[in-house]
């Protein structure tokens, strides 16, 4: 069961662990990518394996996107449930259950899906068939970050032709997600590193339009490239989500590299012990804030660092003014990662001036099939 606070709550009123969104900073992050993207000539289609929301995923799109990106098929739909109409599935939708869903999610939305192989063209037409529904089809790229992908070259061009070939499906372009270089530090080599896998992605498009079909989407870009990715003249488009909310790890790679986004999202928490005299503990654990990336900061309170995290504490090392922290006291965390953060949670409680204005659910939490 759920309690939820009314809007017009203060914000350290809230229970904890909880994520809070400054809706002022958020909104703002959307207009300063929009306000990028529509500079530079590229469109927008945030990633919503961040905002993992129709309610974000609307607000972007009010704002000047073509449509948003998700992960799964399990996104996808609560996308389409919410109202979005414009869906692109970056990843390879496999197996009989999965094309079912897509294609029951095609059936209220336009669908474009990431494939790599001939046996998923092969399965995706003739679901389409059976469906009575054309499916737009990118090809994933394998640009270096070797994760999934078609090579760039002849399987690349032979790819395409099949598609292409294949009844029920229409070729839209070519995606290229560059993850191995979004968190490179010092933004010359970030560019350089970037550049030379955004070259994989085009020398691609390159090899389909020789084979003679027109590659109309070329999809690219994240949170830490999206100023490279976004100016080179021939990328139609852009993929960022961490965006969004910002979180500490972009904070780290960008440095002192000028960026118009800002740290939107924070995790609200109580001190709930102080056992000994420069120690204190809180209440978000691993399960509540997410540590791949590495432990959260404390905002704001000078001489409070996490020393560890195990699945429902948070211990810290207090010096200073930190020590005067009491049990009951409310403190903030800056996640090192929003996304894996976000995944955990039921709701975001979004506050403006530190008032609560509403609570978003978060229904793409578990959506990851
Ligand atoms: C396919 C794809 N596109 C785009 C992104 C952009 O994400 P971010 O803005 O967080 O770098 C990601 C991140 O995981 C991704 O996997």
Redesign the pocket.
């Known amino acids: 069961m759920a309690y939820l606070p009314l809007p017009g709550t203060p914000v350290e009123e809230l229970d904890t662990p909880a994520i809070v969104i400054d809706l002022d900073i958020a909104e703002a992050n959307i207009k300063a990518l929009q306000a990028f993207a529509t500079e530079n000539n590229v469109s927008l289609r945030p990633?919503m394996?961040?905002g993992k929301s129709p309610y974000w995923a609307l607000k972007q799109i009010e704002a000047g996107a073509i449509g948003v990106?998700a992960?799964k098929v399990g996104e996808a739909e609560i996308l389409a449930e919410g109202g979005v109409r414009e869906i692109l599935i970056?990843?390879q939708v496999v197996g009989k259950t999965k094309i079912r869903r897509l294609f029951g999610v095609a059936s209220r939305a336009n669908v474009t899906v990431a494939v790599d192989s001939h046996e998923n063209v092969a399965e995706l037409s003739e679901a389409a068939q059976a469906f009575g529904i054309e499916l737009g089809v990118i090809l994933e790229i394998q640009t270096g970050m070797m994760r999934a992908g078609v090579e760039p070259g002849e399987a690349a061009a032979t790819l395409a032709k099949a598609v292409d070939g294949a009844p029920g499906l229409r070729f839209d372009g070519v995606?290229g997600?560059e993850?191995g270089t979004?968190f490179t530090e010092g933004f010359d080599q970030r560019k350089k590193d970037t550049l030379e896998t955004i070259d994989r992605l085009l020398a691609a498009a390159d090899d389909i339009e020789a084979a003679g079909l027109p590659v109309k989407i070329i999809s690219?870009?994240?949170?830490?490239?999206?100023d490279i990715t976004g100016k080179v003249d021939r990328v139609t488009e852009l993929?960022?989500?961490?965006?969004l909310f910002m979180d500490a790890k972009?904070l780290e790679v960008f440095g002192e590299h000028s960026i118009p986004f800002k740290t939107a999202l924070t995790v609200l928490a109580t001190i709930t012990s102080r056992p000994a005299p420069g120690r204190a503990v809180a209440d978000p654990g691993m399960k509540a804030i997410s540590v791949e990336l590495g432990e959260p900061k404390v905002v704001g309170i000078e001489g409070a660092t996490v020393t560890g995290m195990s699945e429902e504490h948070c211990t810290l090392a207090v010096t200073g003014a930190a020590e005067g922290l009491r049990a009951g006291d409310k403190i903030s965390f800056l996640p090192m990662h929003g996304?894996t953060t976000i995944a955990q949670h039921d709701y975001y409680y979004c506050v403006r001036g530190g008032i609560l204005e509403t609570v978003v659910e978060i229904a793409g939490r578990g959506k990851f099939m």
């Open positions: 990633h394996k961040t990106c992960a970056a990843n995606m997600y993850g979004v690219a870009g994240g949170t830490g490239t999206f993929q960022c989500g961490s965006y972009y996304d």
